[in-house]
C-alpha cells in the first residue's frame, strides 16, 4: 500500500511548479488544482505511477483516466483529431472540456491508463498552476479527480488532504478552485456525444458544433463490462449521508441543502442550512456544490434534502452529480 507516505504540502509558486514537475518525472503522485476540480496527477507514460495513483485512490481499475496536456499541439501527439474535435479544442481549451478520441499512433500513453480502451481522454486545463506543472513537466499528465474513489470530487487542498495524505507525495495549494464540477466529456469518435455533463454547458458545445450532441447513454448501460465512460457508475459521488432529491418540504433530522431565495416547509428546524446560491446563481451552486455536499456529510444528519435544481446551463451538471450522491453505496 502507499498508505505511510510523507505528503509535501506546498502553496502554488515556482518553487512548488519545479518540485511537482520532478516529482511527477520520478513517478511521484502530485494533487494540483484546475479549474474544475484538484486533481490527482501521476506521469501518463509511466505505468508504474498510475498503478500507484490507482492504488492510493482505491480505483477500480477499470476506470480509465484523463490525459492533461498543456496545448493542443501537445494533445495531437495522443491523440488523433477529426474536424468536428479540432473545432472544439479551438473554442473550448483551455477549458473545463474533455475530448475523447481515437488514440494517435504511438501514443505515449500507457495502457493502463486508459484500461485498453482504443480511445483516450485528454483536456487542456485552464487553471494557471495547473499550466504551468504540465509546462514545467512536458509532456502528458494523468489526473483523475483528488479524492478517494466514491468521495465527492475535491474543491479545496484541505478536501484533498483530508483524503489522500498519507497516501500521494505532494499537495499543491492554490486555494478554492472556479467551476467546481468537473469537465463536459464529449467523445469525438463518430458522431460527437455528450459522455458527461460537466463545466461547459451542452448548449455552448452544441452551438459551436452546429448540431445537437448524441445523449448519453443510461447508467445502466453505462454499469455493464463495456461502459462508454466507465467512471460514469451510479454511485460514483455519494456521500456517506442518505441525499434525498427535489425536497418540496423537510422531514425532522434532516439537513437542507438549498437554493435560491424560496423556503420550504420545516427549514426552520432543519440540523443544518447551506444555499448553493440564494441569488439562484447555477454557476455560483457549481461552484459551492462539493464543498458543500462534504460540509452537511459531516453533520451526521439523518438524510442530506436538496431543494430542486433548475436544469439549464450549468444546472444539467449539478443534477447529474446530484443524481449520484443519491445512489447508495451499500
Ligand atoms: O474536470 C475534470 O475532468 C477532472 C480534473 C482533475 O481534470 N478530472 C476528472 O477525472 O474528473 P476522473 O478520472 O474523475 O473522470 C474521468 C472520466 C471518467 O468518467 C472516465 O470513465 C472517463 O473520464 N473516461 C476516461 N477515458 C475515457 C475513454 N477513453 N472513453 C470514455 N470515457 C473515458
Ligand atoms: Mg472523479
Redesign the pocket.
Known sequence: MTVGLTTRFLAADEAATTAAARCLSSGGLVAFP?E?????GADATDAAAIARLYQAKGRPAF????A?VSDLTGAQRIASFDAQATRLAQAFWPG?L?L?LPKAAGCAVADLA??G?D???V?V?AHPVAREILRAFGGPVV????NLSGHV?PTTAAHVQSDLEGRIDMIVDAGAVQVG???T?V?CFGEPML??P??VPRAEIERVLERALLQPRSDTEAQTAQ??????LAS?YAPRTKVRLNADRLAPGEALLAFGAGAIPGSGTASAVMNLSACGDLTEAAANLFGYLRALDAKGAEAIAVMPIPHEGLGEAINDRLRRAAVRQD
Not at 461502459?227 to 460514469?232: C, D, E, F, I, R
Open positions: 484546475t474544475t476540480v484538484y486533481g490527482l476506470n480509465p483516466l484523463i492533461h473545463p474533455t475523447v486508459t484500461a480502451l480511445t483516450i481522454a483536456r486545463p489526473a483523475p479527480s483528488a470530487s464540477v468537473e469537465s466529456i467523445g459522455l458527461r460537466g463545466g461502459p462508454l465512460a466507465p467512471g460514469m460514483h
